[in-house]
């Protein structure tokens, strides 16, 4: 036995594992922040200051969004290149996988299969929508993102990111929960079962938490059509003089 373990390919299997938890971290508080508009635009002003850092500097800093946005960009290509392994990498592969999902009909197979689908349309999904955050920090509030999304049309991307990004981070953390998770082999049957119930608990909340949020947004954004770009002041700033 003269061979050196290869480490590599566990060492990309942490990462990947990792780097996606993070991921589906943030898009669930992303959630929760952006779903603000749910309580009224006063709420969501403020959590956009906050992540401006008003709070901490006494005056916003939209960079900081930017910085995050580029952060959370890095994060996303390193988990979609390791993710890229495995992929079916020739039409023969592809034709291959497919006849063996068919011939299996493995309920988990076909998660897999969703997950790589979702996968694929995320990285242009994600990236049209990161481009916009980074580029335009300062572009983000009650009206800004009303605007945005009902005259700006954005609603169409925001809705089929919406169903892509929830499938593909509840089902990922259903898999990192088999994968990493001390499931005894004895109560695997039982804790797959729990766990998948679990997972489609978790995208029924946030598909109805994002669609809500989303028509709302879309009803702000179309009683602002007519001033779109006009910018939401919030009702202790009006009553300042030069803000009327
Ligand atoms: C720093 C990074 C990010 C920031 C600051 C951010 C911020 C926002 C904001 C303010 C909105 C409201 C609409 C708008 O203003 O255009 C929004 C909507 C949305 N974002 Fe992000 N986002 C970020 C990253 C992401 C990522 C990485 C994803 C998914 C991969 C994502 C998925 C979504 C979805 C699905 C919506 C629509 C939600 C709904 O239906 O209510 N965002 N985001």
Redesign the pocket.
């Known amino acids: 036995m003269t061979g050196k373990l290869d480490r590599g390919p566990a060492r990309a299997d942490i990462l990947q594992s990792l780097s996606g938890l993070l991921l589906v971290l943030f898009?669930w508080g992303?959630m929760f922040f952006?779903?603000s508009i749910l309580l009224g635009k006063d709420a969501m002003y403020r959590v956009t200051r906050m992540f401006e850092g008003e709070p901490l500097f006494g005056k916003p800093y939209p960079l900081l969004?930017s910085g995050?946005?580029a952060i959370?960009f890095v994060l996303i290509a390193v988990h979609a290149v390791l993710a890229l392994r495995k992929f079916p990498g020739s039409h023969r592969q592809y034709r291959e996988f497919n006849a063996h999902m068919g011939a299996m009909r493995h309920p988990d197979t076909t998660l897999w299969y969703v997950q790589v689908l979702t996968g694929f349309a995320?990285f242009f999904l994600?990236s049209a929508?990161?481009l916009v955050?980074f580029l335009q920090p300062d572009n983000?509030g009650p009206y800004a993102?009303s605007d945005?999304?009902w005259s700006g049309r954005?609603w169409i991307l925001?809705a089929l990111?919406?169903v892509c990004?929830h499938l593909h981070a509840g089902i990922g953390i259903y898999r990192l929960a088999m994968k990493w998770g001390p499931i005894p082999a004895a109560g695997s049957k039982v804790a797959r079962r729990r766990l998948k119930l679990a997972m489609w608990g978790i995208i029924a909340f946030f598909l109805c938490l994002?669609?809500a949020?989303?028509a709302t947004?879309m009803y702000i954004g179309r009683d602002h059509a007519p001033h779109a770009g006009e910018r939401y002041l919030p009702a202790h700033q009006q009553a300042l003089p030069g803000n009327t």
């Open positions: 898009i992303h952006e779903s969004v995050v946005a959370i995320l994600a929508h990161l955050v983000i993102s945005r999304i954005f925001y990111l919406l990004v994002g669609t949020s989303l947004y």
